[in-house]
């Protein structure tokens, strides 16, 4: 129904709507206006209250691209989680819901929601990577966007794909991607994810 749902206190109603929240009488529920920036209501979020990984470090991929806008050069960014985070396994009812280790790492895609402690370092590390309305899945999740024309660019235009800039097709792709370890705690929700990185072990690496 709406891009992105909030749960709210009745005691911080009057907060959430300086922020610039809203309220739908019809369906009794607050939401993010498409053209709000969402991050200040990060801890309202309906979808922290769902995550479906967990960590306590994780790579930010960096990799250099084009704005399919404006044709500037641009870096993107994506989040790679190593081997032992954990991944949520639904069951047929949230009580029985299981956490189990993963053998291998995973990309995660279609982020809608992150730990506020993750969000403070991409903040530093990734200011180009944030939460914001997407056309395309008709919902808020975290997107890169354009430092030029501040345009933003989809999942599906330099991550899913094989062969898209965060996606490599073969080793000589891989070694342009950059990966800086952050070493957090942190709970994500996110729509899909990947069970493996190809080339992994040929993207270059940062430190801290």
């Known amino acids: 129904m709406y891009s992105i749902d909030l749960t709210v206190p009745d005691a911080e109603r009057?907060?959430?709507l300086?922020?610039?929240a809203r309220w739908h009488q019809k369906y009794a529920v607050w939401y993010v206006p498409r053209t709000l920036n969402?991050?200040?209501l990060g801890r309202w979020l309906t979808a922290r209250a769902f995550p479906n990984a967990r960590s306590n470090s994780l790579?930010?991929?960096r990799v250099l691209g084009t704005c399919?806008?404006?044709e500037n050069s641009i870096t993107l960014h994506g989040l790679i989680l190593p081997a032992g985070h954990r991944t949520l396994c639904p069951a047929d009812e949230p009580s029985e819901d299981v956490w189990e280790v993963a053998e291998e790492p995973s990309q995660l895609f279609e982020i809608e929601y992150?730990?506020?402690t993750l969000q403070a370092a991409l903040e530093v590390h990734a200011p180009t990577y944030r939460l914001a309305y997407s056309?395309?899945?008709e919902r808020f999740c975290w997107l890169n966007h354009c430092r030029h024309c501040r345009g933003l660019i989809e999942d599906d235009d330099c991550a899913l794909d094989v062969g898209s800039p965060l996606n490599p097709l073969d080793e000589s792709m891989a070694a342009r991607i950059v990966l800086q370890e952050i070493r957090v705690e942190f709970e994500?929700?996110?729509a899909r994810y990947s069970c493996g990185v190809q080339f992994l072990e040929a993207m270059a690496r940062t430190g801290t």
Request: with cysteine; net charge negative; glycine share 4%.
């Open 14 to 16: 009057t907060l959430v």
């Open 18 to 20: 300086n922020l610039g």
């Open 38 to 40: 969402a991050q200040p």
């Open 59 to 61: 790579w930010l991929a």
């Open 68 to 70: 399919p806008w404006c």
């Open 114 to 116: 992150l730990s506020d």
């Open 135 to 137: 056309p395309l899945l």
């Open 188 to 190: 994500a929700s996110c």
